[in-house]
């Protein structure tokens, strides 16, 4: 800018020197060009601290935008061997449990058992573009789980943190996938195929939110059974050591089979697919192990494209003493009425049967919200649950629980 001034000015003086020798000789003309000329270099002043200001205000904006973004841009994880790539991901799920057990109420803070707080790390190597090797290693962190709080134990003590998964695999495209370790059995989660969008709050394993507490008798005294204890759901073999076989997806159709520690082995059959008129996800699963002498189970949940879900799951044991059951159904409905995210309301119901005694009868009803907040990872929630056992020669008052809280992923 200050070259342009001075070219500026030349040009003038340069106008003036090349008119008629009359102007250069009139001292009245002469004094009035040099007031022009000096306020024509008065504004060209003020345009230059204008642009001066302009461009550091520029630079000032870029700077905090480069800030922002660099604030914002995923961490870096990096592995101890450039061979196998490294993720970090979790979630932590607090909440407010209030229980009316028929003779006191109580308001406990918990880790919600239905989707406990917990840290992975997965590790993967490409050994080929249809082979890729992996390993997973993911820890439980509770404090005050659901499963475990009761009316005589609010807070509960003891070493919180727990194994989910220690295991490696081996997944080719067209092969399959082996997996050794601990784990997902084949038959786990073949009760809890739910497309409801509620899951985290109310499932076909009702018990989940309020296992702990203890059911009361007629003279207001707690039993020795928990609600834990008797609303089964039947879910394979959860989470062991195994050798685990899954085939390729087929039409949308898996097979698996593991053979698991303590002699026992179970296989199931799952399917998952997307039609014009809604989602479907459904599994089917056979378990054996030396304390019974079989077990079947299963589940089915469709999504309609109107946000309505239908939920059902079922299953028997057949073993020496009991032979425990159980049958639930959900109702399901979810829309985006807010730019947040997805908000899921159900109701469902639940009964089991011969769980820890011959007579035993448990039955429960709850109804459950989630509203998802997207730009948080965050999920919000609320459920009510009843619990009633009818138990011969015994009169246990029914349980009312109500769960708030809030899962946040990473």
């Known amino acids: 800018m200050s070259h342009q001034k001075t070219l500026l000015a030349t040009?003038?003086?340069?106008a003036m020197a090349s008119g008629p020798a009359l102007a250069l000789t009139d001292a009245q003309e002469l004094e009035q060009l040099k007031r022009q000329l000096g306020t024509l270099l008065e504004r060209v002043d003020q345009l230059e601290t204008k642009t001066q200001n302009a461009?550091?205000?520029?630079?000032?904006?870029?700077?905090?935008?480069?800030?922002?973004?660099?604030?914002?841009?995923?961490?870096?994880?990096?592995?101890g061997n450039d061979k196998i790539r490294v993720s970090v991901s979790g979630h932590v799920n607090r909440a407010l449990l209030v229980v009316d057990d028929g003779e006191e109420s109580e308001l406990y803070h918990v880790d919600n058992d239905s989707s406990s707080t917990r840290l992975r790390v997965i590790g993967e190597g490409d050994v080929s573009p249809e082979l890729t090797v992996g390993t997973a290693i993911e820890v439980q962190l509770e404090s005050n789980s659901t499963a475990s709080v009761s009316q005589d134990?609010?807070?509960?003590?003891?070493?919180?943190?727990?194994?989910?998964?220690?295991?490696?695999y081996f997944d080719h495209d067209r092969l399959g996938k082996v997996w050794?370790?601990?784990?997902?059995t084949a038959s786990e989660d073949s009760s809890e195929m739910d497309l409801s969008g509620t899951a985290l709050v109310g499932y076909s394993s009702t018990a989940d939110i309020a296992g702990g507490?203890?059911?009361?008798?007629?003279?207001?005294?707690?039993?020795?059974?928990?609600?834990?204890?008797?609303?089964?759901?039947?879910?394979?073999?959860?989470?062991?050591?195994?050798l685990r076989y899954d085939t390729p997806s087929m039409a949308g159709v898996k097979l698996a089979a593991s053979a698991v520690e303590d002699s026992a082995w179970d296989t199931?059959?799952?399917?998952?697919?997307?039609?014009?008129?809604?989602?479907?996800?459904a599994a089917v699963a056979y378990s054996d192990q030396e304390s019974n002498d079989g077990q079947v189970n299963g589940s089915a949940s469709f999504l309609h494209n109107s946000g309505v879900s239908v939920t059902l799951a079922a299953g028997e044991r057949d073993s020496e003493s009991l032979d425990p059951n159980f049958v639930y159904g959900k109702l399901g409905y979810q829309n985006r009425w807010f730019d947040a995210g997805k908000t899921a309301f159900s109701a469902d119901y639940h009964v089991a049967?011969?769980?820890?005694?011959?007579?035993?009868?448990?039955?429960?009803?709850?109804?459950?919200m989630v509203q998802n907040v997207d730009?948080?990872?965050t999920e919000l929630y609320v459920g009510y649950r009843n619990y009633d056992l009818e138990r011969a020669g015994e009169n246990l008052d029914e349980v009312d629980a109500v769960i708030a809280g809030a899962r946040i992923k990473f």
């Open 11 to 14: 040009a003038i003086v340069c």
């Open 55 to 79: 461009e550091a205000r520029a630079r000032a904006a870029e700077t905090k935008a480069e800030t922002m973004s660099s604030a914002r841009a995923p961490a870096v994880v990096s592995s």
């Open 153 to 168: 134990n609010e807070a509960v003590s003891g070493d919180s943190v727990s194994d989910r998964r220690l295991e490696v």
């Open 180 to 184: 050794m370790g601990k784990g997902w």
């Open 213 to 242: 507490i203890k059911f009361r008798n007629g003279a207001g005294n707690l039993s020795t059974t928990r609600v834990g204890d008797v609303f089964l759901n039947l879910d394979g073999l959860g989470r062991k050591n195994r």
């Open 268 to 281: 199931a059959l799952t399917y998952a697919a997307e039609y014009s008129q809604g989602t479907v996800a």
């Open 353 to 368: 049967n011969h769980a820890q005694e011959r007579s035993d009868k448990a039955k429960s009803v709850g109804v459950q």
């Open 375 to 377: 730009n948080w990872a």
